[in-house]
């Protein structure tokens, strides 16, 4: 330790070079000094160091830090960096194991006030793992409409994949990791150089009192913008999940349909399960019908015209798979001889989609009464249509 003064910072404020093994804002735009205001200066000189007993298995190394040293690590870390200064938030968790939604917030959020980040010098110490750093970079920011610039500071853990890449390690430490970093924090050269950081920094502000107001008014403005873009991020992750949902249910009740005919006239069609609901429509003997599900309760929910719909089960028989599928054999005549390329036809009987004008070709989908499709060409029983922007066949015979 570097004196009394840095064992009290690094007792307050230890934990922000460990957080969940991300190494991340030290001084960006005064985290430190923001946490330090709420506190009376007077009672700190008799703040006794209240860092947990940490012990590490790993030799920590004694040397002075490395400036500059490696240029793959420089380079890592200016990627890293001009993507924070920009809120790119996606640059960063390329570059790193992870990058949570809470920090993504944060990031964006800072992107919008402070830019311009400039000077950057890294200080380079070993990492507890094999080819890791364990480094402080330096760098000056701006806070947008200031002409000043503040100094700032952040710590990363960088590491070696297995083909030998670097990247910005932030998992969750082991306890060996944490404590062997805490040590090399709190060692002498990494401690002037944080309390030198602070000293500048609080040296700018005093001697701009603009800036200084700008850069104490950051706080509850990023906390806001950041609180309110991971809401916004949340509500989206919540409609895309319902929506898969949505579509999850309609694949499985389109893999359980099966075709119904009706067995009697004007049979109300019903908007919900009950006799008492609004009736949209009447059947005919030799309707069919996609049922979607066969209920406990005596109604059957159906497809009508696009919409669910409910039947009394009593009056629907199940269709027959060979004609469910809306296929004749090749023998039988076509009701729709007389279609030309051009027009436009309309499903009389729910029809299999298929790739090729046959029985056996693939079949790519349902068309169900009442939808069209522009005639290509009417060959052989067979109509071939534009579906959904593609080529296909239907049995002319469903068609009229």
């Not at 070696?160 to 306890?175: D, K, V």
Request: hydrophobic residues 35%; contains cysteine.
């Amino acid at each position: 330790m570097a004196g009394r003064g840095f064992k009290r910072f690094m007792s307050r404020y230890y934990r922000y070079f460990i957080i969940g093994g991300l190494f991340v804002v030290l001084l960006v735009v005064l985290i430190v000094v923001w946490s330090r205001g709420s506190h009376d200066n007077s009672e700190e000189d008799e703040t006794e160091s209240t860092i947990p007993e940490l012990e590490t298995t790993v030799e920590v190394p004694k040397d002075k830090y490395e400036e500059n040293a490696y240029p793959d690590v420089n380079s890592l870390v200016s990627s890293y960096l001009s993507a924070m200064s920009m809120g790119d938030t996606e640059t960063m968790a390329s570059l790193s194991s992870s990058l949570s939604d809470d920090m993504k917030a944060f990031y964006e959020a800072q992107a919008k006030y402070v830019g311009n980040y400039s000077n950057f010098n890294v200080y380079t110490k070993k990492g507890p793992a094999e080819n890791s750093y364990f480094l402080l970079a330096t760098y000056d920011l701006t806070i947008n409409g200031q002409s000043k610039s503040l100094p700032a500071l952040i710590s990363l853990y960088v590491c070696r994949n297995e083909s030998g890449a670097l990247y910005i390690n932030s998992e969750s430490l082991t306890a060996d990791e944490e404590a062997y970093i805490l040590e090399l924090v709190a060692q002498k050269d990494f401690a002037e150089l944080i309390n030198k950081i602070e000293m500048d920094y609080n040296s700018a502000l005093e001697d701009d009192a603009a800036l200084s107001a700008a850069a104490n008014a950051l706080k509850d403005e990023i906390n806001k913008d950041a609180q309110e873009i991971l809401v916004a991020k949340q509500q989206k992750d919540l409609e895309a999940a319902a929506q898969a949902e949505a579509a999850a249910q309609a694949e499985a009740a389109a893999a359980a349909s099966s075709q119904v005919r009706c067995t009697s006239d004007n049979v109300n069609i019903r908007s919900s399960a009950s006799t008492d609901a609004e009736s949209i429509g009447k059947t005919k003997t030799g309707d069919v019908y996609m049922r979607y599900e066969k209920m406990e309760n005596g109604w059957s929910k159906i497809d009508y015209n696009g919409t669910e719909a409910y039947i009394k089960s009593e009056y629907l028989e199940d269709v027959e798979d060979t004609s469910a599928g809306g296929e004749t054999t090749e023998g039988e005549s076509s009701a729709a001889s007389d279609l030309k390329p051009g027009d436009k036809i309309t499903v009389k009987e729910n029809v299999n989609v298929r790739k090729s004008a046959s029985e056996s070709g693939e079949k790519i989908a349902t068309a169900y009464r009442g939808e069209q499709f522009e005639l290509i060409e009417l060959t052989n029983g067979w109509c071939k249509i534009k579906y959904k922007g593609e080529e296909a066949f239907v049995k002319a015979d469903y068609v009229e």
